[in-house]
């Protein structure tokens, strides 16, 4: 699977009600670009963060489900969060890891996740459903399938993809509309 794939599946399998919170790169870009919505909020220059900001979301908005699309360069920056996560066991919080074992978004420097164990981590510090995947046909049932939290989806993808993708640079307006999707019941 791709990252263009794999971000196609979640975002076309996810409840249009979801809450979205995507990491610093080529994620988020390539989220703005294709599936760009109130429903998204972007998080460039806060590598290491997405875990962090959407926890906050889900334990102050317990009755949306939060989706947090992470990059897994991005989730060893600030590995702490997960601890976090698994105590306050946000039943609404669905993390997503796009993992490429690698620095996607700078030079495709390899990461650490493949000695990291990701997933296995995910289930040590609480999170109460892990899946690891590799396929979207395996992506989207993972998904579907994750009723309660907090939920954590290691999709494993190949390295490279599609890198000129535009940014998001209207924060402001984006953070604008954001915030009056979170008041819609």
Request: glycine share 8%; with cysteine; aromatic share 6%.
């Amino acid at each position: 699977m791709k990252r263009k794939e794999a971000i196609e599946t979640i975002m076309t399998t996810i409840d249009p009600k979801d809450v979205i919170i995507s990491t610093t790169g080529l994620i988020s870009r390539e989220i703005f670009e294709k599936f760009d919505s109130a429903r998204n909020i972007y998080v460039p220059g806060s590598m290491g963060l997405a875990s962090s900001i959407g926890l906050g979301l889900a334990v102050s908005c317990p009755d949306k489900r939060v989706v947090v699309i992470d990059g897994d360069a991005s989730l060893l920056m600030n590995l702490g969060a997960i601890v976090t996560v698994g105590n306050e066991q946000p039943a609404n919080l669905l993390h997503i890891v796009i993992d490429n074992s690698a620095y996607g978004s700078c030079n495709e420097e390899k990461s650490m996740s493949n000695s990291a164990h990701l997933d296995k981590l995910a289930l040590v510090v609480g999170y109460q459903y892990v899946q690891t995947v590799s396929s979207q046909k395996d992506l989207r049932h993972a998904i579907l399938t994750f009723r309660q939290g907090p939920g954590f989806i290691l999709a494993k993808i190949k390295l490279g993809g599609r890198r000129n993708f535009r940014r998001p640079l209207n924060l402001v307006e984006i953070k604008d509309r954001f915030m009056l999707f979170l008041h819609q019941p």
